[in-house]
């Protein structure tokens, strides 16, 4: 029965993972900037906790772990340490100055993990586990203690540990299925048995940390729930370590829309859900399958004659969420060079986005030029005209294209023109042929240009929306040093977006060095 109930029920806790689990997705890495941004957007969004970063592992993430904390307000920010003294003194400096801070340390718990990894018997895991907690406690009072690979540990044993951690200061403790081995109902029966054998679980909040890899990611947590769990470790889009993580938007809206056999809500601001999917998708480069839940172009597309039937009688009859829920914008009105400046920032609210004056005037511009190439503007496009507004903030300094011409024919050498500025120096132009087509010209010339001896391993495109003028989306990855770096970019002229998207990888080899 799909009948909405209006029960709200107790109050789950959102806790974000994006920038520390999600970004260990393989190529998904973020620079300094990139995180600011994501970071927040998730305050936006409405997310309770931020794991901002691990402080210990670079430099890099203490800085980024320390900004968010200084910068960011609203959510709880929280670092993520092992169970040493050295990588907790690190993370309890990264997040001190934040609003509210948090300390997540983790220990394996499982057999395996004890035998192999930590080479640590049953008691010298729960001695630890105390100390540790106890320590962390002297620094922050909101610790979290996570039992890593705890779907895989023996239930008494795993009841030990949670005792042990609780009692020694823990205030939330996290069962993450670290390996994605779990499934519902064994899941659940496993919170259920922590909820009735821990004799101080009371005392702490129960957390779940669920990985994709039998993609049940999603089902696991929602199962975990439903036994009694408050809080949900998540990712937007779902990316993290391997096949990733609990989908945030899915998990969210799951609760909302089944509230009825949940009983339970969340404090996230759903309508913004497509626009943090889409900066992240930006962001790391890493495509958002058409058919996603929630985010996906296709999640409310109707293509059947019966269905698109059924809409138009009651959407209801298909639909069991409205698109507007989630910031698919119903009235997909297309904006065109007459548009004002009011009429597209108002458009930019609804589709999630809060912009500053400037950004505003420069996405603005950015309208104004794209609507002299393309009659008809639509959502998609202007979601990607606010992203490169977002990301231009973060190439100032970096390199940029001025112009480029080419010559180009079938069986014939390709001559590309490229003038690029770094930062505020003068623009400089040079000529480049090449026998492989115009993109692999252009690819040869940035790498001359920029200085950067890069190889190109992956180049996509796509277009952003619909018709002969739509904007072509590119996504690169290109290896350098042996480190992979994304880079992407639209343009109503692929080979324009080409160079562009090449342009932006190499820029964030620039950020990195
Ligand atoms: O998957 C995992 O076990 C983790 C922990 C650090 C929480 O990411
Ligand atoms: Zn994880």
């Known amino acids: 029965m799909n009948v909405p109930v209006s029960d709200s029920g107790r109050k789950i806790i959102i806790f974000d993972t994006t920038l520390r689990d999600g970004e260990q997705s393989p190529g998904a890495s973020m620079n300094f900037q990139e995180k600011m941004e994501v970071a927040q957007m998730l305050a936006l969004l409405g997310v309770d906790v931020i794991e901002a970063g691990f402080p210990v592992a670079s430099e890099g993430d203490f800085l980024a772990v320390k900004t968010i904390s200084e910068k960011v307000k609203g959510p709880i920010i929280c670092g993520l340490s092992r169970c040493r003294e050295v990588d907790i003194l690190r993370a309890v400096e990264a997040i001190k100055h934040a609003e509210k801070a948090r300390v997540h340390i983790f220990l394996a718990t499982s057999p395996i993990h004890r035998q192999y990894k930590l080479k640590m018997s049953p008691e010298q895991v729960l001695e630890h586990v105390k100390k540790s907690v106890a ?6 009072p909101d610790v979290e203690f996570s039992c890593e690979d705890a779907s895989r540990t023996e239930p008494d044993f795993l009841a030990s540990v949670v005792e042990t951690a609780i009692s020694a200061g823990a205030s939330t403790i996290n069962i993450p299925d670290t390996v994605g081995y779990a499934i519902p109902s064994q899941f659940s029966e496993n919170i259920r048995m922590l909820i009735n054998r821990v004799p101080n679980i009371d005392k702490a909040i ?38 990733g993580n609990c989908a945030l938007e899915e998990v969210v809206m799951a609760i909302r829309t089944r509230s009825d056999v949940f009983h339970a809500h969340t404090g996230i601001i759903t309508e913004k859900l497509l626009a943090a999917s889409r900066l992240v998708s930006g962001i790391t480069g890493l495509e958002i399958p058409r058919n996603k839940a929630i985010v996906g172009r296709n999640a409310f597309a109707h293509e059947s004659g019966i269905h698109q039937d059924g809409m138009l009688k ?13 910031g698919f914008v119903t009235t997909d009105l297309v904006l065109g060079k007459h548009s004002g400046r009011a009429g597209l920032s108002q458009r930019v609210r609804k589709l999630g986005y809060s912009l500053t ?4 005037d420069t996405l603005f511009q950015a309208f104004k030029s794209l609507a002299d190439r393309k009659k008809e503007i639509y959502n998609g496009d202007i979601r990607t005209l606010v992203q490169q507004v977002l990301r231009r903030d973060v190439t100032r300094q970096l390199w940029t294209l001025e112009d480029y011409s080419c010559v180009s024919g079938t069986g014939k050498d390709s001559t590309i023109t490229l003038s690029l500025r770094l930062g505020d120096a003068p623009a ?15 690819f040869v010339a940035i790498c001359e240009m920029t200085g ?20 072509g989306e590119v996504n690169v990855a290109v290896k350098y040093q042996d480190k992979e770096y994304r880079g992407n970019a639209v343009s109503t002229d692929c080979i324009e977006s080409s160079i562009r998207a090449f342009i932006d990888a190499a820029n964030r080899i620039l950020c990195d060095i």
């Open 452 to 471: 950067y001896d890069m190889v190109c391993c992956e180049y996509r495109v796509h277009s952003v929306t619909i018709g002969h003028d739509a904007q």
């Open 357 to 360: 004056e400037t950004q505003m």
């Open 428 to 442: 400089v132009t040079r000529k480049f042929t090449a026998g492989e087509g115009p993109i692999d010209t252009a």
């Open 135 to 140: 320590f962390t406690r002297n620094y922050c």
């Open 314 to 326: 009651n959407p209801t009859t298909y639909e069991i969420m409205r698109p507007e829920q989630v």
């Open 206 to 243: 129960l957390s779940v940390h669920c990985h994709n890899d039998l993609g049940m990611a999603v089902a696991n947590t929602l199962a975990a729930v439903e036994a009694g769990a408050g809080q949900i470790e998540c990712t937007i889009n779902g990316i993290g370590e391997r096949a």
